[in-house]
């Protein structure tokens, strides 16, 4: 019995597309169909200026909860532990109240420092469980699954055979109005920041995420995803964009030239700091064909590119970041894969005082004016149009089930999952007509 409600409910999620929120998008269907002991809820707002996550733990805590029991059944787990930073007091309080109340005897309530990377997930299985992720591991090899909050509020969704159409997105930078507001996915940006008063300024770069990790859109005609976190609205010469589009030889050629090997990327990694075998810095010199180290180019798949190497670490302003992540794909094209021994590796004996206070982070950042906290505005926001790309998640992007002309309504299956492949089912997010299925992505208007 107990086994067909754990399939039950893999099913559900499986059938509303859910897929991680708080990332790259990995099938939570996937992601649950596992026997741990513990899940954790994080809820650790990772990156600067992101408010959706405690915006729906102060909120609509109780629809969450709904989510994280139902991994808990899922997964087996008797402990569930809900993780916010402590500086998001309501937030917090709301969670120890729903604790106090619970009468199952699973659900806890962790309170984090405030530091980055504090939502990155293996950061935050050390945090609260004391266990580390083996190199190039998950989190399911120390009895762990992670879910960000979002992701179990669709999950509680799932169980009512509600699909995933909607997300929250945080509007701020050098907009009108910023905002937590909850859209359509397939949201066209353009028409968000329109909705949220439009640009203060008249030439600016939007970047899709949070300023450490997000990128940089190449135009506001792009959609927002199921995993489009923020919009933030920056002057082009802003630090934060500049140090997202450089093209690779100028990183190359920069990089080669004033890198003078100081040791404080690899000091400050946080993957470095757990115990894994990544030393950005070493990285850095691999460039150099004068000190070629294969074994040392291995190491840059073990990087998170979480950017704390760039961004705060460097004092030459360097991309560690970017050197990885360039090294990391010539490494995947020639079919090489970390084997790494499964085994916990042992932490730096630094690392519990090497943590990345957020506010010092957000003034090197120059987004601390941003730091606005925001709510949701009382007006509902009502697109005309969507663009759904049938791609959204890890995977195989969705098999379109739609033509054009298909009229349509809102939680409507549009793209399935190819036989046998990992991907997530993709649906509708308005009523309407679709207007065109062309390069992987379903558009559709009202009408």
Same mark, same amino acid.
């Given at each position: 019995?107990?086994?067909?409600?754990?399939?039950?409910?893999?099913?559900?999620?499986?059938?509303?597309?859910?897929?991680?929120?708080?990332?790259?998008?990995?099938?939570?269907?996937?992601?649950?169909?596992?026997?741990?002991?513990?899940?954790?809820?994080?809820?650790?707002?990772?990156?600067?200026?992101?408010?959706?996550?405690?915006?729906?733990?102060?909120?609509?805590?109780?629809?969450?909860?709904?989510?994280?029991?139902?991994?808990?059944?899922?997964?087996?787990?008797?402990?569930?532990?809900?993780?916010?930073?402590?500086?998001?007091?309501?937030?917090?309080?709301?969670?120890?109240?729903?604790?106090?109340?619970?009468?199952?005897?699973?659900?806890?309530?962790?309170?984090?420092?405030?530091?980055?990377?504090?939502?990155?997930?293996?950061?935050?299985?050390?945090?609260?469980?004391?266990?580390?992720?083996?190199?190039?591991?998950?989190?399911?090899?120390?009895?762990?699954?992670?879910?960000?909050?979002?992701?179990?509020?669709?999950?509680?969704?799932?169980?009512?055979?509600?699909?995933?159409?909607?997300?929250?997105?945080?509007?701020?930078?050098?907009?009108?109005?910023?905002? @937590?507001? $909850?859209?359509?996915? /397939?949201? &066209? !940006?353009? *028409?968000?920041?329109?909705?949220?008063?439009?640009?203060? #300024?008249? %030439?600016?770069?939007?970047?899709?995420?949070?300023?450490?990790?997000?990128?940089?859109?190449?135009?506001?005609?792009?959609? @927002?995803? $199921?995993?489009?976190? /923020?919009? &933030? !609205?920056? *002057?082009?010469?802003?630090?934060?964009?500049?140090?997202? #589009?450089? %093209?690779?030889?100028?990183?190359?050629?920069?990089?080669?030239?004033?890198?003078?090997?100081?040791?404080?990327?690899?000091?400050?990694?946080?993957?470095?700091?757990?115990?894994?075998?990544?030393?950005?810095?070493?990285?850095?010199?691999?460039?150099?064909?004068?000190?070629?180290?294969?074994?040392?180019?291995?190491?840059?798949?073990?990087?998170?590119?979480?950017?704390?190497?760039?961004?705060?670490?460097?004092?030459?302003?360097?991309?560690?970041?970017?050197?990885?992540?360039?090294?990391?794909?010539?490494?995947?094209?020639?079919?090489?894969?970390?084997?790494?021994?499964?085994?916990?590796?042992?932490?730096?004996?630094?690392?519990?005082?090497?943590?990345?206070?957020?506010?010092?982070?957000?003034?090197?950042?120059?987004?601390?004016?941003?730091?606005?906290?925001?709510?949701?505005?009382?007006?509902?926001?009502?697109?005309?149009?969507?663009?759904?790309?049938?791609?959204?998640?890890?995977?195989?992007?969705?098999?379109?089930?739609?033509?054009?002309?298909?009229?349509?309504?809102?939680?409507?299956?549009?793209?399935?999952?190819?036989?046998?492949?990992?991907?997530?089912?993709?649906?509708?997010?308005?009523?309407?007509?679709?207007?065109?299925?062309?390069?992987?992505?379903?558009?559709?208007?009202?009408?």
């Amino acid at each position: 019995m107990e086994c067909h409600m754990r399939e039950q409910i893999v099913e559900k999620v499986k059938n509303a597309g859910v897929v991680g929120a708080g990332g790259a998008g990995f099938p939570t269907h996937v992601k649950i169909n596992a026997t741990v002991d513990t899940v954790l809820v994080n809820g650790a707002s990772c990156e600067p200026l992101l408010m959706s996550d405690p915006y729906i733990m102060e909120h609509e805590l109780d629809i969450m909860i709904e989510g994280l029991n139902a991994v808990l059944d899922a997964t087996g787990a008797s402990r569930g532990v809900i993780c916010i930073k402590g500086k998001h007091a309501k937030a917090l309080q709301t969670i120890k109240d729903a604790v106090a109340k619970d009468t199952t005897g699973r659900l806890e309530a962790f309170e984090l420092k405030d530091f980055y990377p504090a939502g990155d997930e293996q950061v935050l299985v050390r945090e609260v469980t004391g266990r580390t992720v083996p190199e190039a591991g998950i989190p399911l090899q120390v009895g762990v699954v992670v879910s960000n909050t979002e992701s179990l509020y669709n999950i509680a969704g799932a169980m009512k055979d509600i699909p995933l159409t909607e997300r929250y997105v945080t509007v701020t930078g050098e907009v009108g109005r910023d905002m @937590v507001v $909850k859209v359509p996915v /397939g949201t &066209i !940006v353009s *028409d968000l920041l329109a909705f949220a008063g439009g640009s203060r #300024i008249s %030439d600016y770069r939007v970047v899709d995420g949070g300023p450490m990790m997000g990128r940089v859109l190449p135009d506001t005609d792009q959609p @927002v995803t $199921k995993t489009t976190s /923020g919009l &933030i !609205v920056l *002057d082009p010469e802003h630090n934060v964009v500049k140090g997202k #589009i450089k %093209d690779p030889a100028s990183i190359k050629r920069i990089t080669g030239t004033i890198c003078c090997q100081c040791t404080h990327c690899t000091d400050l990694c946080p993957r470095h700091l757990l115990g894994h075998a990544i030393a950005p810095h070493k990285l850095m010199r691999s460039l150099s064909a004068l000190v070629a180290d294969p074994e040392a180019r291995k190491a840059a798949l073990l990087c998170c590119e979480c950017g704390a190497c760039e961004k705060f670490a460097c004092p030459m302003g360097l991309s560690p970041r970017e050197v990885n992540a360039m090294i990391r794909k010539e490494l995947m094209k020639e079919g090489i894969r970390w084997n790494g021994t499964g085994e916990e590796p042992e932490n730096h004996p630094l690392r519990d005082v090497r943590y990345i206070p957020t506010k010092r982070l957000m003034q090197r950042l120059d987004v601390l004016k941003y730091d606005t906290h925001p709510g949701m505005p009382e007006e509902r926001f009502v697109p005309e149009r969507v663009a759904i790309p049938l791609a959204q998640h890890i995977g195989a992007p969705a098999a379109c089930v739609v033509k054009e002309g298909d009229r349509v309504a809102k939680g409507d299956l549009i793209g399935e999952i190819p036989e046998g492949a990992l991907g997530a089912r993709i649906h509708a997010s308005i009523d309407g007509v679709v207007t065109s299925v062309e390069g992987g992505v379903v558009r559709i208007s009202r009408g």
